[in-house]
């Protein structure tokens, strides 16, 4: 019998196991979302003792802080961590290129780039010590990354200081990456068995061939706060937020819009705090919802409203200060969405403002200066008819039957009538 265990036992250790593996894909700005769920990922795998993690990364770049903690997650990970660029025609720029040589294998599929890592800040002016300082923190950053990895250390810093790119063959050539595959099966074939040097100094073999893929998503949560992650989103939910706020004012007790404005304006605000948010530019959105309601009241020839819409323009072209365009409010959103917000606030308020100085027509005060006629003499009570209607009327002087009258007042169920004439 223990015999047969200790043969069992031996055939056991000698039949290796199917290697796992985790997917995630990337396919965004990085920005703090993206953060959170490599990294839930990556513990995730380390849990569950899984073989490698796979990213799959399309990205035009993001926040250079978001950055660094996804690269400081893929180095300190008990997991290997492989980075691939896929599919076809797709890239890893900026954020993205430091991301990429993070990993302890960098991969890409045919018909990729990756690079242009120079950093940016839009909508400041810098002097050159600033400029400089920016650089050079990047330029080292790369430096200690593509050094642990031993990857082409003066290359890669060309991508931070000169905003070099590389297609996938330029990168294999010049030791940026370690693998071009089309397909995730293939890269999984093309790195067994290949030892690749870890963060820490060690080196891992992989043996990952035929391993079982499982992937993991984003969850609802995550996928929501992804996409209000959008600058272009979050403007047209604080912009519609307003004008729901606005409307509530302006109707008071019609509820739904205060409360849908209030949800919208708050989701704004939580996702508008994760990025580079110039609050300043809020003035701006305030001071045109404050034009639309001036021009409503006073007559500007749609002079206010003008200076309404090209504050919110402004607003909206200032608000999130991206290091790329896609992480911008795109000039196009920016005009299609202030003009008509801007003509819709104007007439709400045009519609208050007349329902407020117009003529009450109904209950008592809606009889106040209608004209009847004197059924009766008024000596000085008697009989007027009135709106349809036979009514007992007072009168401060005698009015003959049958004389036009109007009315000045209701005094309950009596009519203080004066001559129309």
């Known amino acids: 019998m223990r015999r047969a265990l200790i043969l069992a036992a031996l055939l056991a250790a000698a039949i290796p196991l199917h290697a796992s593996v985790l997917r995630l894909n990337i396919n965004d700005m990085i920005h703090p979302i993206s953060d959170e769920f490599i990294g839930r990922a990556i513990d995730q795998a380390q849990r569950e003792h899984d073989d490698a993690v796979i990213i799959e990364l399309t990205t035009p770049g993001g926040l250079l802080d978001s950055t660094r903690s996804i690269v400081e997650k893929i180095m300190t990970s008990r997991v290997p961590v492989i980075v691939y660029v896929a599919p076809a025609g797709s890239r890893a720029a900026s954020a993205g290129f430091f991301i990429l040589e993070s990993a302890d294998v960098a991969a890409m599929a045919p018909g990729t780039n990756t690079g242009a890592a120079h950093p940016v800040i839009l909508g400041e002016k810098m002097d050159e010590i600033m ?12 430096r200690t990354i593509a050094n642990k990895r031993g990857r082409n250390v003066a290359v890669a810093e060309s991508a931070v200081r000169e905003s070099k790119s590389f297609t996938e063959q330029e990168a294999l050539q010049q030791k940026l990456i370690d693998v071009i595959a089309p397909n995730e099966q293939a890269l999984l074939r093309a790195i067994d068995g290949r030892t690749f040097k870890r963060y820490d100094g060690s080196n891992v073999t992989l043996h990952v061939t035929n391993a079982h893929i499982n992937t993991i998503e984003m969850t609802l949560r995550q996928r929501l706060m992804s996409s209000l992650m959008d600058p272009n989103i979050a403007f047209l939910l604080l912009v519609l937020g307003g004008l729901a706020i606005f409307a509530e004012f302006n109707h008071p007790g019609a509820v739904i819009p205060g409360v849908v404005g209030v949800i919208a304006i708050v989701l704004a605000l939580f996702a508008l705090n994760f990025l580079p948010t110039r609050f300043a530019s809020l003035a701006l959105l305030l001071v045109a919802f404050a034009l639309f309601a ?37 000039p196009i959103t920016a005009f299609a969405a202030s003009i008509p917000i801007g003509v819709i606030a104007v007439f709400l308020t045009t519609l208050v403002l007349k329902a407020r100085h117009g003529k009450i027509a109904t209950g008592k005060e809606g009889m106040v200066g209608l004209i009847g006629i004197a059924r009766t003499p008024l000596e000085p009570d008697g009989k007027v008819f009135v709106h349809g209607e036979l009514w007992n009327a007072i009168a401060s002087n005698a009015i003959a039957e049958g004389a036009r009258v109007r009315v ?14």
């Open 131 to 142: 400029k400089a300082k920016m650089e050079n923190d990047a330029a080292a950053f790369m």
């Open 294 to 330: 001036l021009e409503a009241k006073f007559a500007s020839h749609g002079v206010l409203a003008i200076g309404g819409i090209v504050s919110m323009v402004i607003g909206a072209l200032f608000l999130v200060d991206g290091p790329i365009a896609q992480m911008r409010v795109n």
């Open 408 to 421: 000045a007042s209701v005094n309950g169920l009596h009519l203080v009538v004066e001559p129309a004439e």
